[in-house]
């Protein structure tokens, strides 16, 4: 099994196209389409994987993190939804280098869910998480400003999504799958036996064609543009949302547990998580017209200051560290994006399967439905049951640049910011990281 992965394997790989037919092309490296190559190439079914940015650049790298079952979906009655996604938690919770158990505090206050709604709520998803565990408010004795009346805890879990997507890739990779970064899908010809794509390798400028079976659009909040390159119509149902999230280092009174609360400005939950050296808080939820529609607007980031104050007055503009943001995939209709379902859709058109909306949480449902799709076509049958698997466990610190490099395939320095996480969880290393990142593209002769 190979769990070297560098940026000669991409040109193996690359120039592997030429002489090879696949069953299926995934396009989108993102959580999605890295779940579905990873279980694609655990069933023995040939994959290949196409990603136009760097692994886990869009959507999959600008989540809150939680791998939850959406307390928020409970109370708007997604009560299956909630289920599946706590029954994906629960498995996820396996790798426990990966996913991690996280306690969070609910505040009870004007703006919160009322005593009695929280603590049956909380019952219902602690059941559906498969604990019979009874809630029971706690009083504030002065940890939080004294408009909050106290708080319930419960139990829930975060990952770091880029890490988890590489997690992914990396397993596919070690059991046979392609997985191509910086390589842009832009048309497809398509004939009556065959597929063939139309893909240029963005760092070198370079164009080559990938045939293929079966077509996935695991293109996030790109899938419409997608869907154009691939000749298909546009899906009128599928909505984007950016949610921005602010990054400070601690506040007056330091916290170790996550919160939530609602915000005074107009009721929506947020989340206060403290990971690492520092502590995020988001989130946003406004519509926006193009997945490229990405830069926060000063209003976003104060709405976040503002609702966090209330409940830590010591907080302001000037602690902000960093912010980071990401577009929600959404299927569905209506004026007030925090209403659209989280739930995915599938959909199947001669032989290209279209992926609309989901969470991180249920990338694993999604990639076995997928599958699922595919074996009955092809007429094969295998098990997926605990599926996909991660296989590889990275093995050096985050800010091993060189390792990145020859072992996960990071290509540039935006790759290596990223999967280094430094925006989000070491500001404060920023230029010095730029400076060592450089000396080590410059060693791999990757500059
Ligand atoms: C603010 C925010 C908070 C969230 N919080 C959570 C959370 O806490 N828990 C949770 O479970 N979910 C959360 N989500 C939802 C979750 O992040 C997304 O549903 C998920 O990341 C979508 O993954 P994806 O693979 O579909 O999309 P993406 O990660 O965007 O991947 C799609 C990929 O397709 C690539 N692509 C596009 N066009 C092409 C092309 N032509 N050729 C090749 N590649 C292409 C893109 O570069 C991109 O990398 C959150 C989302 C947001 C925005």
Known sequence: MENNFSYASRKSFIDGTKNSDYDVAVIGGGIVGAGIINLLSQIGIRAILLEKNDFAAGTSSGSSKLIHGGLRYLAQMHIKLTRDLLRERNFLLRYDFLVK???????????????????????????????????????????????????????????????????????????????????????????????????????????????????????????????????????????????????????????????????????????VIPREEVIIIGTTDVFVKSPEDTVAPEEEIDYIVKSVARIYPSISRGSVLSTYWGIRPLYGAGSDPGKVSRDFKLAMINNIIEILGGKITDYGKVARKVAKIILKDMGKSASLRGKPEILYKRDFSFDNYDMHIMKECAMTEEDLMRRAGIEIYHPWLRETAKKEIKEALARNHLS
Not at 165 to 191: F, P, Q, T
Not at 201 to 224: H, L, M, Q
């Open 101 to 271: 158990p996280v306690n969070f505090r609910i505040l009870v206050d004007d703006y919160s869910w009322n005593r009695f709604e929280l603590s049956l709520g909380l019952f219902m998803y602690n059941v559906l998480g498969g604990h019979f565990k009874i809630p029971h408010m706690v009083k504030n004795h002065g940890e939080f400003d004294k408009s909050i009346r106290g708080y319930f805890d419960y139990l829930d879990a975060m990952t770091d999504d880029t890490t988890l997507v590489m997690h992914n890739i990396m397993s596919a990779v070690m059991k046979g799958g392609i997985c191509i970064n910086h390589a842009e899908v832009v048309g497809l010809r398509d004939d009556k036996n065959v597929k063939e794509l139309h893909v240029v390798d963005t760092i070198k400028n370079e164009p080559f064609s990938v045939r293929s079976k079966y077509i996935i659009n695991a293109a996030g909040p790109w899938v419409n543009e997608v869907s154009v390159a691939l000749n298909l119509k546009k899906d009128e149902k599928f909505l984007l949302s950016r949610g921005t999230h602010i990054v400070i280092k601690q506040f007056d009174k330091p916290i170790t547990n996550a919160i939530v609360f609602r915000s005074h400005i107009d009721g929506r939950q947020m989340f």
